[in-house]
């Protein structure tokens, strides 16, 4: 189904947002009744951020690969909109350890070979994958079918991780270091705004040197309100919703958004209830996570919120009448799914988080770990695409993946 160019939605389009408002709806109702009323926030702030990646199309994945094979960097310079924003949010309330009266910590790990190795094996899962931790969630809410894959050998990537992080953490590392906590507020702040300035600087400089001039967003047929509740958003519009649905995070949660704890905490629940032991793995004995595994799913934060994001972005896709899923799959694209999504899983544990909890809360918890993640990710975005002709024969720019 194309985009309507009705003022309204057509009748028989209206199925998905109402499943989706009605399954919101039924979660908030029993959150409400078993986890207390933070969970129902956290879902609202999870259906946000899906409606927001999907109306803006807000992809990492996509951004970095158009910028490798065609120096268009207008996903690129967003990320440092988004970046930059949260940072100004995020310092001050890190340096003060509380927010609205919660006591708050950043995602702050240490730097060393389980990062690198797990962000470069990780860019390349984004680029086979098609997409990111974030692109994975909103593209499989949008009705893509081929993410489900991606999705399913995420997690089986992540609980496999699990069993072996013992090991890769043990390698030489630096100590987990924040710049707010290092260096203080100001320094950080003008030391990290610098660098944001410099890479949107750099993304100008090579696509104009590319083409010319930058590129022009395609108008929208919506305007105003309709645009809102129907899309397509600019990019800045998300990136600044993004990071003020983060600083929301950080507030109802106590730590900054993160997606893919939950997909290990997901394989090893189902590794447990077929009778494998997880628990006695080192990772499960870490008390937080120990507590995780014990504890429903439904007093998990992470798991909340992303499955709010699948539900905000079967709303937002319903709204723009674009949910038509279609479960004709070329056979390697199937393939290079099922390899995309083991190494995003598995590399997002090497490397304490993915392409939100590591690189976007990272560096906006002033985390070192987050800028060696950027720089060990994009090379292995470098070699993905590379790779993608492979699976993807005869494509210039990659199939569209609803903006991943």
């Not at 499989?140 to 991606?150: D, K, P, Q, S």
């Not at 390697?332 to 999504?341: E, R, V």
Request: proline residues 5%; aromatic residues 12%; contains cysteine.
């Amino acid at each position: 189904m194309g985009l309507s160019t009705t003022a309204t939605p057509e009748p028989r389009r209206l199925g998905a947002p109402l499943i989706a408002l009605g399954l919101l709806l039924a979660g908030a109702w029993f959150l409400n009744l078993n986890a207390g009323f933070n969970q129902v926030l956290l879902l609202i702030v999870g259906a946000a951020l899906g409606l927001t990646l999907y109306h803006a199309a807000f992809g990492f994945t996509s951004a970095w690969r158009v910028f490798i094979t065609e120096r268009r960097g207008a996903g690129l310079r967003a990320q440092m909109v988004m970046l930059a924003l949260a940072v100004l949010l995020f310092f001050p309330a890190l340096s003060s350890g509380s927010l609205f009266g919660t006591p708050i910590k950043g995602l702050v790990a240490p730097a060393g070979v389980s990062v690198v190795f797990g962000a470069f094996i990780f860019g390349i899962g984004m680029q086979l994958g098609g997409g990111c931790a974030s692109g994975t969630l909103f593209t499989v809410g949008g009705g893509n079918a081929r993410m489900l894959v991606t999705l399913l050998f995420f997690i089986i990537g992540s609980v496999t991780a699990t069993h072996h992080v013992d090991w890769w953490f043990a390698l030489p590392s630096f100590p987990a270091t924040s710049i707010v906590q290092a260096w203080g507020v100001v320094p950080a702040l003008l030391a990290s705004l610098a660098l944001f300035g410099l890479i949107a600087w750099a993304t100008r400089v090579l696509e104009m040197r590319r083409h010319g001039g930058l590129e022009v967003p395609a108008p929208s047929e919506h305007q105003g309100l309709r645009r809102f509740l129907r899309g397509p958003w600019p990019l800045v519009w998300g990136a600044i919703a993004l990071a003020l649905l983060n600083y929301a995070t950080l507030a109802l949660a106590g730590r900054p958004w993160g997606i893919t704890s939950a997909f290990a905490l997901w394989g090893a629940k189902t590794l447990g209830g077929l009778g494998v032991d997880v628990g006695s793995w080192a990772f499960w004995q870490v008390p937080a996570n120990a507590k995780a595994l014990a504890a429903p799913l439904w007093q998990d934060v992470t798991t909340v919120m992303d499955l709010g994001i699948v539900l905000g972005a079967l709303l937002a896709a319903g709204l723009a009448g674009r949910f038509a899923p279609s479960l004709n799959i070329p056979l390697p694209s199937l393939i290079a799914a099922i390899i995309g999504g083991l190494l995003l899983g598995y590399g997002s544990r090497l490397a304490y988080g993915c392409n939100i909890g590591a690189y976007f809360s990272g560096i906006a918890s002033g985390s070192v770990h987050g800028w060696l993640w950027l720089v060990a990710a994009y090379t292995g975005n470098l070699v993905g695409v590379r790779l993608r002709p492979l699976f993807f024969a005869g494509e210039r720019r990659a199939p569209a993946l609803s903006g991943c």
